[in-house]
């Protein structure tokens, strides 16, 4: 039987930072994953989709300025696009094999093995391998599990992967439909609504059981979201509540029932169902081990599960199901079994971008946080069209909205920023952020021009009482507040 000082299950992008970090501390790694490096985050999720994203607002840039270009109506092909796609996922796979597949050699010690197969934790340090034509039990002083998650699918929808798909089954599209409707109106709903109504082949509609969609954001924000794909003619069903859907000769017939108690029924061509991610553990542990679980996940102490040896990271938790915390919990688990950690590990300045149109970048709390949380704050909201940049691009839509605390310290609490290059803004404030600190301290920077997160510098201005721009001259642009308990008091009168 093999031996290794740990074995990690799993090489998505929690497995795999966690694989390497444990190189950096000389001990020998088994890397299992049974079935694509990279997991969902490069072939279904992040990466893919987000592909997707970008070359989608390229075709909406050319749908919208067409005329000053002089070009005629344009017909996007959808498997010219899909191979693109593919492209940038093999670049990344292949870039991540090649590393993978060298490490030894460029290291000069024989520290890492990758083993293709499924894996089950059969003891505390032993795995059991089956699959890819073998059978192999390991030894291992530490197990990290990394399985990521799976699309949440409901018994009462008929996910096919065919005509009705989960957001992993959407590679299984061979061109562009011309309707489909999304069930759920939350991040990956809103960004898959966003890529199809972008390429403007496809009649979208979108099911929100609320009076609005990303109900987790402040209403600010959302506004802005919604008016863009109601303008793309994207159907958002507000208020209403799936009671049935089937597929008919190849096609989607599904009913609402609307809070007033009306009922209406709509075909379309395909159907996305987008209700979440639940994590993937089915048969990866013993029962006997005792690692505990609950309806969320892997339960753990800063990534230490119920066993001493075990650990859990990555979307397998009930931690923020992203690839940068993955990462950050797959380095930080080795860091803790190794050595002792540089820094601790806490989610309150993890920044977060959503694929939407425009696009939104963000960190720590919003307004609704906030305010849940029973804080008093400042509040300042400036509009793009007051940054040269956004005007150099010839777009200002959207704007920055910073948070700070109710005090004269005016310690940061959160950002939002909705419109182009914003989550170029974000990284500085979630530095001072993690580090409880001012919003004066990047007023007062030099900021490169024209630039975006000069936006930020006129924030720290706003709340500082010495702004370029004046809130009482520009009042449609810029709002500067208060917010008490109660209610807004403007900052500047």
Known sequence: MKKFDVCVIGGGPAGYAAAMRAIDFGKRVALIEKDKLGGAGIHQGALWSKTWWEISREARMINLHGNTLNLNSTEFSFEKVKSEVAQAVDQRVGLLTHHMENINLGLGDDLFEYIRGVAKVTGKNTVSITGNGQNQDLEADYIILATGSVPRKLPHLPIDEETVFTSDGLINLNRFPKSIVIVGAGVIGCEFATIFSNFGHTKVHLIDKGDRILPFEDEDVVKVIEKNLEEKGVLIHRNSKLIEMKIDEDEV???????????????????????????????????????????????????????????????????????????LEGRYAVERIFGKPEQPLIYKNISTIMFLDPEIAGVGMNEIQAKDAGLEYKMVSLNYDTIPRATAMRNTEGFIKVLVTNDDDMNILGMRVVGEHASSAIQAVALLISQDRSIKELAELIHPHPSIIEGIQECGRLLMGKPLFKPRVLRSSIRCQVWDGKGYQDLVK
């Not at 009913?255 to 169902?273: A, P, Q, T, W």
């Not at 990866?284 to 339960?299: A, H, S, T, W």
């Not at 102490?301 to 993955?326: K, M, P, R, W």
Request: no cysteine; charged share 30%; hydrophobic share 35%.
């Open 253 to 327: 017939v599904y009913i609402l029932e609307y809070n007033d108690g009306s009922k209406e029924s709509f075909r379309v061509e395909k159907g996305l169902i987008s209700i979440g991610r639940v994590p993937q553990y089915d048969q990866l542990v013993d029962d006997k081990i005792g690692v505990e679980f609950d309806n969320r996940g892997i339960k753990d102490d800063l990534t230490q599960t119920s066993v001493s040896n075990i650990y859990a990271v990555g979307d397998i938790t009930a931690d923020i199901s992203l690839v940068n915390v993955g990462e």
